[in-house]
């Protein structure tokens, strides 16, 4: 090619690998919307049909699993099983922060978000919560996921979320011990667990015990030196 030709077809991969970046970011948003209604068929419909969440160091595998966790799992406790937004209920997922790194090919990527969770139930439905549930709580974690573009649409390939911590809004964080506990049980001997446990060396303890959530992504300093061949 020449060297025009050559400058346009890296200009055109420049910008196709932005919108990949807005798709996914809108992707990864529209997930949080659907998730803040509880609409599980919608929030399956995100995901490649192979595709998967880690949630309390557990897997839910394929449309089936993801329908399981916000359907039967989540929007069954929290709602009854019916479509938000829920009067009395407040379940609002903040999605930010947002670092996405394209494949040269195109064909698959990487995100990684934070997420804030507020979530609580007003004094005039208490009989809607669930015991093991405090009244008002909030929650921060970290996604660090896998997408794969499906025929030129961006899919979730695997949502890995990684709780950060849990508070007691009463409380607060420095007196709470998570709620939410790592699954022990997978499906069907539990109706709502996921469909397998992550090996024991990557189990995960909740608030307030931390682990360390790699990054995708090189530091911007590093990344720039390998691009440019430094040692």
Known sequence: MSDTESRLAALEHRVGVLEDMAAIRRLHWAYGYYIDFNRPDEVADLFAEDGCVVFLSGEYVGHAGVKRLYGDWIAGRFTGGKPGPVNGLLLDHFQMQDIITVAPDRKTAKGRFHGILLGGWHDDFQDTKEDFMPQQFMEAGI?????????????????????QWQGDYESGWAHTTAHLQPATKTFPEDPLGPDRLLPPS??????????????????????IA??????
């Open 143 to 163: 996604y660090e996921n896998d997408y794969v573009n499906v025929d030129g649409v961006w899919k979730i390939q695997r949502l890995d979320y990684m709780m």
């Open 202 to 223: 990557e189990h995960r303890k909740t608030w307030p015990y931390r682990q360390d959530v790699p990054m995708h992504f090189a530091h911007p300093k590093f990344g």
């Open 226 to 231: 390998f691009a440019n061949g430094a040692k």
